[in-house]
């Protein structure tokens, strides 16, 4: 079974630095896009960062300038790391991943970790 595990997040003061980081487990053929969400309580959830396998990336203009997302094809993980944090980033983070299961069905679906809480005081 597939499954994305989250790691990274935690407590920081304002204008510090965080590193988020999520590794997809389990059987699987490929994975396309991986990108960072995040949900606050009560709104819906909202794009991050994207990255293709390729390394294109596209960024949420509140996160532009101070988040960079990455990842290791070699290791199935995906980085996002945060920078000059501000309160208003507090909120739980969720990995996402387009992902082939197998070989011979060319159908990639749509898989979210668990989330992880980033919290920055003020």
């Known amino acids: 079974q597939v499954q994305l595990v989250e790691s990274g997040g935690g407590l920081v003061q304002a204008g510090g630095s965080l590193r988020l980081s999520c590794a997809a487990s389990?059987?699987?053929?490929?994975?396309?896009?991986m990108a960072w969400y995040r949900q606050a309580p009560g709104k819906q959830r909202e794009m991050v960062a994207t990255?293709?396998?390729?390394?294109?990336?596209t960024y949420a203009d509140f996160v532009k300038g101070r988040f960079t997302i990455s990842r290791e094809n070699a290791k199935n993980t995906v980085y996002l790391h945060m920078n000059s944090l501000k309160p208003e980033d507090t909120t739980v983070y969720f990995c996402y991943a387009q992902i082939r299961v197998t070989k011979i069905r060319d159908i990639f679906y749509q898989y979210w970790g668990q989330g992880t809480q980033v919290t920055v005081s003020s």
């Open positions: 990255i293709t396998e390729g390394g294109s990336t």
């Open positions: 389990g059987s699987f053929f490929a994975i396309n896009t």
